[in-house]
């Protein structure tokens, strides 16, 4: 008798448990570990409650110096009590945006058995032992996740506060309304094209900075950048540079880069992501309610839904410097960079704190003109905890309405300062995908945030006020504000 057979049956079949991975759970809840875990997104746990970051690397704050010095100090620094974490060089473009922004994103050597699918061995000890042991001089920071805020399935259903102990428990169930042709879920839904109204002619412009997943796009023959594909957003800006992910499928164990393009499947898997096509989504919502605004789209999120300080810093200091037509390392000579008349954010993250995240010291620093409107959605955790970036008071923060009041997934708060529908909102998708096709139905503060930029856009257009005046006037006391949700934008 050999030694296996020695053992009881119960006791083999707990070894053989351990050893082999568990192939049978297919739920939402299970494919969203598996794809954060490829992604190196672990909870954190603080005083105010828990919050995601990337396990793979962190910010620290080095000051606007203009040269590399406070850079090279402080990544000595961080070696230095870095005990038994390998940190890696920073990259020429994140020393190149520590210089303007004064963030520095530093990345830390991630071993493959701290992240293991199959055990769902999450450990951000490593980070957090870190982040402990660091001088209190120098300020260091985790590099905090935001998600979309659209109704997702497979992501922590949170309530309240992100329930996360160890794993991302989910509470309830995820909250699935589509199911596409693989198997996977997508919360969006079919829907009949809406009615489209004509520009008018007015004093004014507006222009419309989309920080999202990106736009969908074909490649333009004789055009430096890329055409906007769906017929609604033709006239959509785009820029040279345009990121798009190797034609080459990564695979689902790879973690692609943020990038401005709005796929379909980004991990190349052969399904539908959670949030691909909310970019072009947005910027579709904006658009149809307001046609006279020129809409600038930016990258800042995969088609996962997620994105996180760095990530969303440099495609804002990339669009900023565009804009003003000049490299990113010539913006600090400018002396007042132009601006966007507004920013549209939907999407958000918690803080382990509730303190902002690093993302908050550049949106609201010199860089970002005084005159350009913060609008943010307030996330749909129906909870009041504050959710940045809608939570900051220089930002709008938009909850969502559904036909009794709050949307019963909306936050909610003092430090929501508008609302607008959010359930089952009608708008441009992804042509490509025989699922869905050109128009989709979708739910959540990520989409009421792009109405009430709309509404105040169309406003500022026909009056030719700018966006803060704007903004003023339609949000004093004689609107009509929602409990909790402040003042009202009805319309859809």
Known sequence: MNADESTPPEKRAEQRAEQEPDTHDTSPAKRWRDRAATRHIVPAIGESGAAFVRADSLIVDVGRTGD???????????RKFADGVEILDPTDRDTELAKITGILKLSIQIEPNDFSKDTETWTPDRLDALLRALPAELTARPNYVYFSSGRIQGAPNVVGLPNVVGLPNVVGLPNVVGLGRDGRFHSAKPAVKPHLRRPLDVPRTPRILVLDTGLQTEAAESASKPAPRHPLLTDVETHENWRRLPETPIGPDESPTVDDEDERDDDGTGGIDLQAGHGTFVAGIVKRLCPEAKIHTYGVLSSFGDGDDASIIEALVQAIA???GVPVDKLPELEKPEGFDIICMSFGAYTDDDQPPPFMDVLEGPLVNDSTLLVAAAGNSGSRRIHYPAGSPNVVGVGALDDRGRA?????????????????????FLLEDDYIDEW???????????????QIACEMARSGDCADETWERLSDHTMYHHPDLGVVFNAR
Do not use: H, M, Q
């Open 440 to 454: 989709a139905s979708w739910s959540g503060t990520s989409f009421s945030a792009p109405i009430v930029v709309a």
């Open 322 to 324: 565009d804009l003003n």
């Open 68 to 78: 590399g010095s406070r850079v090279e100090r402080a990544l000595d620094v961080v």
């Open 408 to 428: 019963w997934f909306s936050n909610y708060g003092k430090w929501v300062d508008a609302c607008a529908p959010g359930v089952d909102i009608v708008s441009s």
